[in-house]
């Protein structure tokens, strides 16, 4: 079986990261939700052939965001029209964090789970083990709970409970064969009892379910141990990104992808 290719990946990905607010131009796609997620507050490109009107387009993008009052991110990734990374290195930008995408057939990492609960929206019991996690913040506490009415396609909030305590929690979308998992969050006193990889398999199981194929989850190039977590459940580096920033603009650090 073929793996999606990385535009088929990032174009998924627009399904299973929604923002509110989406433009085009030219080859970019430009995005903006409560500024959390950096999939959803960024502008990227979807075609890495030349574009003559690079300069002027990274001016519109600018343009965009000073229009909703948020400062600029730019998304690299290997779908870049030559010469991004110089223009917007030219106009002061830098680079703020790396992100690995990881990718497995999802045959691979499914299995049903009986103390895995699945809810079309994240409850108060998921927030709550979501909130134990480091990397939250209010605004990516927003585009959570506002996720599910933006989504097109299918999507679960799963909790895993240990002793009938809500312990672990994990999200996916489906978007026909490719499906992505994101939110894994283990509370503190349950953790080193295998319960993200159970939260991962489960969440593969319900994707397969649905039809999905592949698997794939995004994590920061220096969160070691949940890079370890996930290719020791057989996942494998299909590319990485990175997010370039205007020095001085206050974005925040996007760890978790």
Not at 40 to 49: C, G, I, Q, T
Not at 74 to 82: A, E, I, N, Q, Y
Request: proline share 9%.
């Amino acid at each position: 079986m073929t793996p999606p290719d990385i535009l088929a990946l990032e174009r998924a990905t627009l399904s299973t990261v929604p923002a509110p607010r989406i433009a085009f131009d030219g080859p970019f796609v430009v995005r903006a939700y409560a500024g959390g997620t950096g999939r959803a507050n960024a502008a990227s490109s979807l075609d890495p052939s030349p574009d003559p009107d690079l300069e002027a387009r990274v001016a519109r993008v600018e343009g965009f965001y000073a229009a909703l009052g948020v400062p600029p991110r730019f998304r690299s990734t290997p779908l870049d029209p030559p010469g991004l990374a110089e223009a917007l290195a030219a106009r002061g930008y830098v680079e703020k964090d790396e992100t690995v995408i990881l990718l497995a057939p999802i045959a691979a990492l499914a299995a049903p789970d009986l103390a895995a609960q699945a809810h079309p929206e994240p409850d108060a019991d998921w927030m709550a083990v979501t909130a134990t996690a480091e990397h939250q913040s209010p605004a990516r506490r927003r585009e959570k709970e506002g996720t599910p009415a933006l989504l097109m396609v299918p999507g679960a909030w799963i909790t895993l409970r240990d002793a009938g305590q809500p312990a672990a929690v994990i999200s996916a979308v489906a978007a026909g064969p490719i499906a992505g998992f994101f939110d894994l969050a283990v509370r503190p006193e349950h953790r080193r009892k295998g319960l993200a990889a159970r939260a991962v398999r489960a969440a593969a199981h319900w994707a397969a379910g649905l039809g999905a194929e592949w698997m794939f989850c995004q994590v920061a190039k220096a969160n070691t141990a949940s890079i370890a977590l996930n290719t020791g459940l057989g996942m494998t580096e299909a590319y990485r990104y990175r997010y370039l920033v205007r020095a001085g603009d206050a974005v925040p650090s996007l760890n978790f992808g």
